[in-house]
T-cell receptor, first 113, second 116 residues
Framework: AQSVSQHNHHVILSEAASLELGCNYSYGGTVNLFWYVQYPGQHLQLLLKYFSGDPLVKGIKGFEAEFIKSKFSFNLRKPSVQWSDTAEYFCAVNSYNTDKLIFGTGTRLQVFP | NAGVTQTPKFQVLKTGQSMTLQCAQDMNHEYMSWYRQDPGMGLRLIHYSVGAGITDQGEVPNGYNVSRSTTEDFPLRLLSAAPSQTSVYFC???????????????FGSGTRLTVV
């Protein structure tokens, strides 16, 4: 069965610090990978997604993620965070041959000015 | 506006009451699903449907029923609400990507349910 692990449950940063959130998945086949963001009181928004091709994916608001197949990882990065990046971030995986989207437990990011 | 519409946005129930959370999409997507979001547990799949007349259980189906009489609608029913069902509920619809490369997803804005 597929599973997604996000090891950082709560991350606290100052503005301008660099961010890297870990995401590992377990599934032997071909997968699509997603990062979603949920700002306080709002619903899920898609940050970026990887389907195929260049393993370095750029998303909205300066976020990027790198798919490393050998490590089953899809870590989210941002060189310099802003206070407005305070949110919860979810990694999700969907395999080619199933309709199900499996989420990680989420990482809460707090950015202080 | 095209997308996934959930109603209500907020609801408070007493233990034992029943209610239906509504979900509708106008994108003609075959696949629809319900998730619940709880602190520290991410989003967990409750039930899903791969088309009208077809439903199946997800990871946490107990206490919930679904039906799919039309492509557009996928209501989630709580037959006898319990405090453990206090959560935020998200409905999603999805479509197959070109080339058989899995599915893309659209989420609703969520329903915040409190059971007292």
């Amino acid at each position: 069965a597929q599973s997604v692990s996000q090891h950082n449950h709560h991350v606290i940063l100052s503005e301008a610090a660099s961010l890297e959130l870990g995401c590992n998945y377990s599934y032997g086949g071909t997968v699509n990978l997603f990062w979603y963001v949920q700002y306080p009181g709002q619903h899920l928004q898609l940050l970026l997604k990887y389907f195929s091709g260049d393993p370095l994916v750029k998303g909205i608001k300066g976020f990027e993620a790198e798919f490393i197949k050998s490590k089953f990882s899809f870590n989210l990065r941002k060189p310099s965070v802003q206070w407005s990046d305070t949110a919860e971030y979810f990694c999700a995986v969907n395999s080619y041959n199933t309709d199900k989207l499996i989420f990680g437990t989420g990482t809460r990011l707090q950015v202080f000015p | 506006n095209a997308g996934v519409t959930q109603t209500p946005k907020f609801q408070v129930l007493k233990t034992g009451q029943s209610m239906t959370l509504q979900c509708a999409q106008d994108m003609n997507h075959e696949y629809m699903s319900w998730y619940r979001q709880d602190p520290g547990m991410g989003l967990r799949l409750i039930h899903y449907s791969v088309g009208a007349g077809i439903t199946d259980q997800g990871e946490v189906p107990n206490g919930y029923n679904v039906s799919r009489s039309t492509t557009e609608d996928f209501p989630l029913r709580l037959l006898s609400a319990a405090p453990s069902q206090t959560s935020v509920y998200f409905c999603a619809s999805s479509y197959p990507m070109a080339g058989g490369r899995g599915y893309g997803y659209t989420f609703g804005s969520g329903t915040r349910l409190t059971v007292v």
